[in-house]
């Protein structure tokens, strides 16, 4: 076959390629992805993230100095309102109350018929009463019914308690047995109160108010939530990476047996709900200076309709007027394919590898005879 030849065929071919090609892509770029507007609920939602803490705790400290004689409890413990946790070595207490009650009681036998000897009754018998109390802070007793979370110290060890000395977690949260540190010798905690600080950005706090219920979800514990109440919203925020956030206290109404303490959850308030009203998707939406729109396709004709908007939730928002119900939307493109001379186009490329059209990139393979 000539050189003449060859190259007529492989024009002839190049084009016929390059039009079927051409005529795929006019047909991919006339197919337009729309929603429908349908009729349904929307729930609008704000959510903060805590851990989950005791809503009535306390550090638990001996009223006197001393060496720790004995500890009744460990980590884990629940006791009672009462209940004795822990006792110091009381010898050089009760010498003092002994030695407080003789001069008490020879103050009583001589008597207050004068002034000193009245002032000589009132010391006696406030260093008694002082000596009284001594002894009674040698002995920690529970505040209240709860369980021990931690135990900072040990026997043979100061009363103020250590930290790091013997501290243990209770095993609430997933049997970590990490160490907690407190201010006390003991912390106690009512595992029957729970709750949780979530801090919420300052546009979603305006939507919260006291009373409003929550439900909290845990992250160790898939398919396990809890109920609770919005009991505090602190009016002071704090700002971290120049994000300003309200601490707001969520009290569990609804405890399930499996939430520990210090686990880590999601609390999440519903602000907002409506029910059978027109819904499009929330993608859909678009928002400048404060109008909404969205894109409408009527008789082929895309055009940005303003909408007035109701709730707004994370996957539907309601539209209250601008769209009815069936109307097909437009989303916003996503893109596909690779860009050429500005148009989307179903394949890469421009025509044929090499660049030119035909491969080498110059027309004919062997550069250009």
């Known amino acids: 076959m000539t050189n003449g030849a060859l190259v007529a065929l492989l024009v002839c071919g190049a084009v016929l ?6 005529a795929g892509q006019a047909a991919g770029e006339t197919t337009v992805r729309t929603v429908t507007a349908s009729r349904g609920s929307v729930v609008a939602s704000v959510s903060a993230s805590g851990s989950v803490e005791s809503a009535k705790s306390r550090a638990l400290s001996f009223g006197t100095s001393g060496t720790v004689e004995k500890i009744y409890v460990k980590a884990g413990d629940k006791v009672g309102k009462g209940d004795i946790l822990a006792r110091l070595d009381d010898d050089a207490a009760q010498e003092s109350l002994s030695a407080a009650k003789a001069t008490y009681d020879s103050a009583l036998d001589d008597g207050t018929g004068t002034a000193e000897l009245y002032a000589a009754y009132v010391k006696a ?3 008694y009463r ?6 009674a802070a040698t002995v920690l007793k529970a505040p209240f019914a709860g369980t021990i979370t931690a135990v900072n110290g040990s026997v043979g060890g100061d009363s103020s308690g250590s930290a790091q000395s013997s501290a243990q977690s209770t095993g609430q949260g997933q049997g970590t ?3 907690q540190t407190g201010s006390g010798f003991m912390e106690i905690a009512d595992t029957g109160r729970l709750q949780l600080v979530g801090a919420f950005t300052e546009s979603d706090v305006g939507k919260l108010e006291q009373g409003q219920t929550a439900t909290v979800t845990f ?3 898939p398919g396990v939530t809890a109920t609770g109440e919005i009991t505090q919203i602190e009016p002071v925020a704090s700002t971290s990476d120049n994000i300003v956030q309200y601490p707001v206290t969520v009290t569990f109404t609804e405890v399930p047996s499996q939430v520990r303490l210090g686990q880590t959850a999601t609390v999440e308030v519903v602000v907002g709900r409506a029910d059978d009203v027109v819904t499009v998707p929330s993608t859909a939406v678009s928002t400048n200076g404060g109008q909404a729109t969205v894109t409408l396709l009527r008789n082929g004709r895309q055009t940005s309709t303003p909408v007035e908007v109701g709730v707004r939730g994370a996957t539907l928002t309601e539209i209250k007027s601008g769209v009815s119900e069936g109307d097909q939307i437009v989303p916003p493109a996503t893109s596909t394919g690779t860009t050429i001379g500005g148009n989307q186009r179903q394949f890469g490329g421009g025509g044929f590898p090499g660049g030119g059209g ?3 990139g110059g027309g004919v393979p062997g550069g250009g005879r």
Request: net charge neutral; glycine share 16%.
């Open 17 to 22: 390629a390059y039009g079927q090609l051409g």
């Open 219 to 221: 992250d160790a514990l």
């Open 177 to 179: 047995g990490q160490s």
């Open 125 to 127: 018998r406030n260093a």
């Open 358 to 360: 035909i491969p080498g």
């Open 130 to 135: 002082e000596a009284q109390r001594t002894l």
